[in-house]
């Protein structure tokens, strides 16, 4: 037992001098003055004082990734330039979109694109666009479908989204694996959509090419890398999107459509400016178009390999702080898919420590400034979709993670010391 005891105080005793570092750092500079240095590059502002703060509205620390609810990503600079610039000038908004088009068209290898209200937007462009066509009757015909092809087959199931392709009048009908694809394609199949980028969507083609369904591929997370806004193209899926205020880190009410331009033609008919389509509700501004090019061109130059080195850095600092609380321990991954940066999840015996995740989070979010991390718990579903407060899905424990990407510089360690503060602080009250 005293052998055991000795070990445990020698790990702890190694993790304190590894973080004695970051808390020489911590202590040399009082906690307002690093909020306001951590901001500095994105804001300009401290987190006491801002146009947030006048409405009474408390800014946070995101540490969750890039989630709607808490406002996406932060805009590029070069992206912020862009709409600044663009907002003096007046414009055509086809002409501007038939532009930008052939320039999407030239970046991706795609034979057009246009630029939409979010992912989810060109969701809705895109079913739009294969139920009625450019036919000015069937654009202004829908979401009525009578007559038109209206069913849009969803590969896996339903999902949060899929309100955007119900909203144009589609009629949603699961296929739930690619061998139940077949027997759900009936001619009244306008689309199908799907989020598999695995060799899935190969077999899906396989299927649709021949019944002459056009295929939707939504990978609203997938930039970066920039790889996947060529690679789509390469695969022969029909239609493919992207989110602008995720990992693009451009307009968070942006994103883009990509695919052939007859079908990326019939979106844009069903789309604003148009009066009386059904997506015209889904305004991206002259400002939001030309700033999704320049997020595009900065990710067709940005070397990820040192920004994930930089992302990869502030994680290891936050878990080197956290590490120091005996019987918290930590790992570093990056998860494969959208989202893809290296993300911190910290684990502790919550029955020992008296602390549940969500009442840590609950801590953290209470805190100033504000800190918000990634749990199981989502604010932005819609209540008959969430499940009853924290409770646990069967096999899917929460778990606290920290988003490394959407930390700025200096707030590692404003969230790596306050958590070790709420751990620490638990562990001691429940000795």
Request: charged share 20%.
């Amino acid at each position: 037992m005293d052998t055991k005891i000795c070990l445990s105080s020698r790990r702890s005793f190694v993790k304190l001098m590894a973080a004695s570092p970051l808390f020489a750092t911590i202590g040399a500079r009082n906690l307002a003055a690093a909020v306001t240095n951590a901001v500095k590059p994105t804001a300009g502002r401290s987190y006491a004082d801002n146009v947030y703060t006048r409405l009474g509205v408390r800014p946070l620390i995101n540490a969750r990734g890039t989630w709607t609810y808490v406002s996406g990503s932060l805009e590029l600079p070069d992206v912020r330039e862009t709409a600044i610039e663009a907002s003096h000038y007046f414009v055509d908004i086809f002409e501007l979109q038939e532009a930008v088009g052939r320039k999407l068209a030239k970046m991706s290898g795609a034979e057009s694109g246009i630029v939409t209200s979010g992912a989810a937007g060109a969701m809705a462009c895109a079913t739009a666009g294969c139920i009625a066509g450019t036919d000015p009757k069937n654009v202004w015909q829908l979401p009525d479908t009578t007559g038109l092809k209206g069913e849009v087959v969803i590969m896996g199931g339903r999902s949060a989204f899929d309100s955007a392709i119900r909203l144009t009048g589609a009629k949603l009908v699961i296929a739930h694996t690619v061998d139940d694809l077949p027997s759900a394609l009936t001619p009244q199949t306008a689309m199908v959509y799907t989020t598999w980028k695995d060799d899935r969507l190969a077999q899906i083609l396989k299927v649709t090419k021949p019944a002459g369904v056009p295929v939707l591929l939504d990978d609203a997370a997938g930039i970066p890398p920039f790889e996947n806004f060529t690679q789509h193209v390469k695969t022969g899926v029909d239609l493919f999107c992207f989110s602008g205020g995720k990992g693009l880190c451009g307009p968070q009410s942006a994103g883009v459509l990509l695919g052939r331009k007859d079908l990326i033609d019939a979106a844009m008919a069903n789309n604003n400016p148009w009066e009386g389509a059904v997506c015209r509700p889904m305004k991206a501004g002259k400002e939001e178009i030309v700033a999704m090019l320049a997020a595009l061109d900065y990710w067709s130059k940005a070397d990820l390999g040192a920004l994930n080195k930089e992302w990869q850095g502030r994680v290891e600092r936050i878990q080197k702080l956290v590490d120091t609380v005996p019987g918290v321990t930590s790992d570093i991954a990056i998860p494969k898919g959208g989202n893809s940066y290296p993300t911190l999840t910290v684990n502790w015996d919550e029955a020992k420590f008296g602390l549940t995740v969500a009442q840590c989070a609950q801590q953290l979010r209470d805190g100033e400034p504000r800190i918000e991390v990634l749990t199981n718990n989502n604010p932005s579903g819609v209540l008959a979709r969430l499940r009853k407060g924290d409770e646990e899905r069967p096999g899917h424990p929460n778990r606290l993670q920290i988003i490394s990407m959407t930390l700025q510089p200096g707030e590692d360690l404003i969230v790596g010391n306050r958590l070790r503060k709420i751990l620490n602080q638990a562990r001691k009250q429940s000795a």
